[in-house]
């Protein structure tokens, strides 16, 4: 049986983990943080959302420097969004904002661009679809969306991180390894690419999918 953690504990989770989650999520996450930017493809005048931003990790990979290009970041966790605003600042097309993944505050159709790094993982297969339904939701048809999350084990050493996260659910900050593909068809994304890639043992699981 896999343990979820309650969505009534996760901000009290991430406010305590936000001191120390960029040390180790920086050094497993990095290259998949790098493909997902690529994946992503944000041209001149596209609104971005970063559903679930986090520490802002992913804020300095985007092309945060054009002015034509409009990024919104929302988490749930105060704390963690302290520390996103310190990698925007000095960005002014970078607004950040507290905000829960399941009930975006923006109009239909407001974002190009959906990145959702390490966010989906955390929820219940239902609410995983209801959250990719609400992106779809904000996004303009033909919009992109690239989704994160730890990938199910192929290899040895990525099945100790699997044994890891079953034996101490919050080891990830209670992600877990998933495969999006079905909640991303179910909330009516097309698919149309995955990857997979690695860092320090960890792999983690890309897919791309198109807003139609």
Not at 89 to 96: S, Y
């Amino acid at each position: 049986m896999t343990w979820y953690i309650p969505p009534e504990w996760t901000p009290t989770l991430y406010t305590a983990l936000a001191p120390f989650y960029d040390g180790f999520a920086q050094r497993v996450s990095r290259e998949a943080r790098r493909r997902a930017t690529e994946l992503l493809n944000v041209q001149d005048g596209d609104a971005v959302l970063i559903a679930g931003c986090g520490t802002g990790l992913s804020i300095p990979l985007l092309p945060n420097k054009r002015p034509a290009v409009r990024i919104t970041g929302v988490d749930r966790s105060k704390a963690m969004l302290r520390r996103a605003r310190r990698r925007a600042t000095g960005k002014p097309n970078v607004t950040l904002q507290q905000a829960d993944i399941l009930s975006l505050p923006f109009e239909t159709g407001s974002f190009d661009a959906i990145l959702s790094a390490y966010v989906l993982d955390l929820l219940r297969p239902p609410r995983r679809v209801d959250a990719l339904h609400e992106m779809k939701r904000v996004s303009k048809p033909g919009a992109r969306i690239v989704t994160i999350t730890p990938a199910l084990p192929e290899r040895a050493d990525e099945r100790l991180w699997d044994l890891l996260v079953r034996a101490v659910p919050i080891a990830l900050g209670g992600g877990k390894p998933t495969d999006l593909t079905t909640a991303l068809q179910n909330a009516g994304w097309q698919v149309a690419e995955s990857l997979r890639t690695r860092n320090v043992g960890l792999a983690s699981h890309l897919l791309r999918a198109v807003h139609v």
